[in-house]
């Protein structure tokens, strides 16, 4: 099965810019998830889409990011204005949904990598 | 709170060279323990899960075993191609199944 696909790999952008992030999740996954992964660190949970709702935005800065999923499929996260501490590979994940779910682990794509200069 | 702690931070071991990672975790309701490979510029790679206390998972040179505070990942005869960081993640119980992530152990594997 094709995997989680995210674009771009790579964005470098200037402080107070704006950039979003794209997500395409496995086919049939009904969660989607943003993780923010800062060098050296492990993934932070941003946001969980359940379908297209959101079930845990907790740990979002909700005065700069900001997250959408249509028709329960795709997926983009934005930052607007951007900060350095910003900087960080930005990652998506996407795991079924139901019974047994939590037995389900998530299927990560492979990022994409920021830097805000 | 919820927290995942995983060492060493890194390790460095010869080819050959069997060695153990831990994960250790304060969580309310543990609903599975998951083991993770990360390599350089990809995203994290699922290896194991473990729901609870006993349970022992094999794949390859690595089994991870679980108690009631904690998890290892043990490495036998490891090569230089198991390079890599190693991320532990546990899922507690609640309206989401979300992962919570410790800091990873980097493993460097000499030839």
């Known amino acids: 099965e094709a995997g989680v696909a995210q674009s771009p790999r790579y964005k470098i952008i200037e402080k107070r810019q704006s950039v979003a992030f794209w997500c395409n999740p496995i086919?049939?996954?009904?969660?989607l998830y943003w993780y923010q992964q800062i060098l050296g660190q492990g993934p932070k949970l941003l946001i969980q889409?359940?379908?297209?709702?959101?079930v845990d935005d907790s740990q979002l800065p909700k005065d700069r990011f900001s997250a959408e999923r249509l028709k329960g499929v795709d997926s983009t996260l934005k930052i607007q204005p951007a900060k350095l501490e910003d900087s960080a590979v930005y990652l998506c994940?996407?795991?079924?949904w139901g019974v047994g779910a939590y037995s389900s682990p998530l299927h990560f794509g492979n990022g994409t990598r920021l830097t805000v200069t | 709170e919820d927290q995942v702690t995983q060492s060493p931070e890194a390790l460095r071991l010869q080819e050959g060279e069997s060695s153990s990672l831990n994960c250790s975790y304060t969580?309310?309701?543990?609903?599975?323990l998951f083991w993770y490979r990360q390599d350089p510029g990809k995203g994290p790679e699922f290896l194991f899960t473990?729901?609870?206390a006993g349970e022992e998972k094999e794949k390859e040179r690595l089994k991870a075993t679980l108690t009631k505070k904690e998890s290892f990942l043990h490495i036998t005869a490891p090569k230089p191609e198991d390079s890599a960081t190693y991320l532990c993640?546990?899922?507690?119980?609640?309206?989401?199944?979300?992962?919570?992530f410790g800091t990873g152990t980097l493993l460097a594997v000499q030839p």
């Open positions: 889409f359940q379908n297209n709702g959101v």
């Open positions: 473990l729901y609870s």
């Open positions: 086919s049939g996954h009904a969660t």
């Open positions: 993640a546990v899922r507690v119980g609640g309206a989401t199944n979300k992962l919570i």
């Open positions: 994940a996407s795991s079924t």
């Open positions: 969580v309310s309701g543990l609903r599975g």
